[in-house]
Each structure stands twice: as structure tokens, then as C-alpha cells.
């Protein structure tokens, strides 16, 4: 009688987590047809700023009205109704409802929108950066020579990390290799970054034992949705951050903190940038912009984009806040473990 009670508990218990892990599936926003993304962005014209995003299969105008809205989260929201291909009227008044209130967008031979005429205006495409839908904008730093990356390793090794860094609890590094389902993809340790050179001259991944067991919880949490976390920066030894900066130009030197005044929380173990893939295939998930993308698509906050890149942000901001994990508004993929507490900046070479 036990064992009968203990496999029907048994067998109750492995359907509710079917259900749980179909309806958490289940939640996930269709994907946007490419055409339908090959127009979503950024057009302005007449002093005036304009947004068009994709939200559940319907395409939106966001009109800001103020410059500092960067991520166009204030803005007045105009759903659009399709009259055929690249046809549209806005459907409630509103600043562009004018004599002439059909929307029409215009695309280039590879089928990318370059302008959109709304109100009887015209309003120009700005290509921001090289997520799906958007033209590459090839942002990246001045190339160094291999002789100029040697002479800054160099300088950046025989560099002295200041005292008042390495105050604080020091983290015990852990491979990140050892947490479940964790993707590894280390972009500065390859040429594919913004350096367009590695920055690490191995690829494996080290977090601190905290962070670790962290980022264990978030991945147990995204299991049913069949994603798991991506892991595309972690561990930073304090001489890599001294080589980044030495690496930027001068007028760009603001991009990245100063290593020498207040470090990376990169460098203490326990800031991650992470990103989400699928667990069955192993792809990276597309999201609503790339690494280190220059763009207002960066933001924790940014309106455009679609359903289904938005909720993949959400979802990920929301898994790692759970596991004690903060965000910044800045980069939507940078999350770092209990940030109140007072971290030890690391110079160690695992």
C-alpha cells in the first residue's frame, strides 16, 4: 500500500513539472517574421524622434517627447493597423494625426527600412548597431598592431594594482564550467569583440564560489522555459582591466571605469555578463541587441525591439534579481552578486 502511495505521489509530482515546464514554454512570445523586423527602429526627422517596435504580432509607433528618454519607456504608444505591405494607419490621434495619417515605410534592395513617411513627413533610419533586422554598424576601437597588444600586455602586467582596491571580503574563484547547464562563449578571450583582438589569453571561466552557486539557482529556475544561461564575461583579473584601458583611445577611455581609481566589479568574482540560449539546440538566443552594442537597445529599459526580445530580457532581469543578482540600466546582460557588499578587487592570473 506504501509503494502504491509512493508511486502515485511519484507519478503526480513528474506531471505537475511537465505542466509547469509546457506552460512556462508556452509563455514564450512568438517570434517576429524577418521582414517585420527589418523595419523595427529608430527614424527621426523634423526635430522629431520616432520608435517602431513589434508587440504581439502588431506593430507600434512610440512618439517621445523628450530628449532624455533615451530608451523611449515614456513614450506615447500608437498601435498601428496594416492596409498591406508597408501600409499602415495609425489608429488614435495623437501628435502625427494630420491631414495624411498613413504610415508608410521604405525599404533599401536588401530589404531594410531606410525611411518612413507618417503624417505627410519624412523621417529617416538610423542603423544602430548588428541585431537581426539591423544593417552592422562595425562599431569597434582603433586596431592595434600585435607589436602595440605585446607592449600593453606587458605594461599592464608590470602595473601595481592601488591598495585601496583589495579592500574588502576576497571571493574563492571557481571554474565556471562546473555550473549546470552554464554556456560558456568568453567573447574577449576571441577576436569577436569590440577590441577586435582577445583581451584573455585563455578561454576558460572562473566566478567566485557565491556568484556560482547563484547562477546554479538561476539556471535550476530557467529549465523550464528549456533556456539556460550564457556566459559571455565573468572573472576579470585587475591587469585586464589595465590593458583595457590602455587599449581604448583617449576619447574613449570613459567607456570602461578607471582601473587605477575604482576597478571593474568585474575584478572581485562576482559580476557576470550573461545572456540566454536554448537548452535543446545550444544556439544562442537572439535578444534585443548584441554584446557591448552602442546603441539605446543596451538598455535595461529600452521600449523597441519585440515581444519576444523584450520578455527574453525581462525574464533573464527578473531569474537573476531572484538569485541576488542587480542589474544596471546601462547593459542589460551585466548583473553583479550582492553589490552592497564590500568586494576585494582581484589581480589574480588563474
Not at 517570434?31 to 527621426?44: S, V
Not at 565573468?234 to 590593458?243: G, Q, T, V
Not at 535595461?300 to 519576444?308: E, I, L, N, R, V
Request: net charge negative; glycine share 8%.
Amino acid at each position: 500500500m506504501k509503494l502504491k502511495t509512493f508511486m502515485t505521489g511519484l507519478l503526480a509530482g513528474l506531471c505537475l513539472f511537465i505542466e509547469v515546464e509546457t506552460l512556462a514554454a508556452q509563455n514564450l512570445p512568438k517570434d517576429a517574421p524577418k521582414d517585420i523586423k527589418h523595419i523595427l527602429g529608430f527614424y527621426f526627422g523634423n526635430g522629431e524622434n520616432i520608435l517602431i517596435r513589434e508587440n504581439m504580432g502588431h506593430l507600434e509607433l512610440l512618439y517621445r517627447t523628450k530628449l532624455e528618454d533615451k530608451c523611449f519607456k515614456d513614450a506615447n504608444v500608437f498601435p498601428l493597423t496594416k492596409d498591406f505591405f508597408d501600409s499602415y494607419t495609425i489608429l488614435e490621434n495623437g501628435p502625427l494625426r494630420m491631414q495624411d495619417a498613413a504610415i508608410k515605410f521604405q525599404r533599401d534592395k536588401d530589404g531594410y527600412g531606410i525611411s518612413m513617411r507618417a503624417g505627410g513627413n519624412l523621417y529617416t533610419r538610423r542603423f544602430m548597431g548588428n541585431t537581426v533586422g539591423d544593417k552592422p554598424s562595425g562599431f569597434s576601437i582603433k586596431t592595434h598592431s600585435d607589436e602595440e597588444w605585446t607592449a600593453m600586455r606587458k605594461s599592464a602586467l608590470e602595473a601595481t594594482m592601488p591598495d585601496f582596491l583589495q579592500v574588502g571580503e576576497k571571493a574563492e574563484l571557481v571554474p565556471a564550467n562546473t555550473i549546470p547547464n552554464l554556456k560558456e562563449n568568453n567573447v574577449y578571450a576571441t577576436s569577436e569583440n569590440l577590441f577586435q583582438a582577445p583581451l584573455y589569453e585563455s578561454k576558460p571561466m572562473y566566478v567566485g564560489q557565491a556568484c556560482s552557486s547563484a547562477l546554479s539557482k538561476v539556471n535550476e529556475r530557467l529549465k523550464p522555459y528549456g533556456l539556460g544561461l550564457v556566459l559571455w564575461d565573468a572573472y576579470r583579473p585587475w591587469y585586464i582591466s589595465k590593458l583595457a584601458n590602455l587599449a581604448l583611445p583617449d576619447n574613449g577611455k570613459d567607456m570602461l571605469s578607471d582601473p587605477d581609481k575604482e576597478g571593474s566589479a568585474h575584478n572581485t568574482g562576482n559580476a557576470v555578463d550573461v545572456s540566454l540560449y536554448d537548452l535543446e539546440t545550444g544556439e544562442e538566443l537572439e535578444m534585443i541587441s548584441t554584446f557591448d552594442e552602442p546603441s539605446m537597445r543596451q538598455y535595461s529599459s529600452y521600449a523597441g525591439g519585440t515581444s519576444k526580445q523584450r520578455f527574453l530580457r525581462e525574464l533573464l532581469q527578473k531569474e537573476m534579481e531572484l538569485a541576488g543578482f542587480k542589474g544596471i540600466e546601462m547593459e542589460w546582460w551585466h548583473f553583479e552578486y550582492q553589490p552592497d557588499k564590500k568586494w576585494a578587487k582581484l589581480n589574480i592570473k588563474p
